[in-house]
């Protein structure tokens, strides 16, 4: 059976004479910058009971985990990557 490259792997394939080798070095750098970044820490969190109600109701249509959900959400957040939708919605309207 012969494996077939999927989309990404094709644009890898493609581009990968252009990739150049790190030093041991910055290799090692990096994979300890990843290993940092990979690793979660269990905290106790105090909600708002309806609030959490909603949360898991939304991780529930989503089909993930409520932990999951909030994580996602907190991450956005920090990265300054959380948009809310209706907000958008209104600027969008109000430039119209």
Partial sequence: MKYEL???EKIIEK???G???VSEEK???IESILGKSSK????TLRLNNNDLEQLKSIANIEGIPY????SSILHKYVNDRFV???EVFKI???LK
Avoid: C, F, G
């Avoid at 979660?40 to 905290?43: L, T």
């Fill in 15 to 17: 581009e990968a004479a």
């Fill in 84 to 86: 809310d939708k209706k």
């Fill in 6 to 8: 999927d989309k990404d």
């Fill in 40 to 43: 979660k820490r269990v905290v």
């Fill in 92 to 94: 969008s309207e109000l």
């Fill in 27 to 29: 290799k090692k750098n």
């Fill in 67 to 70: 932990q999951t959900l909030i």
């Fill in 19 to 21: 990739y150049k080798k």
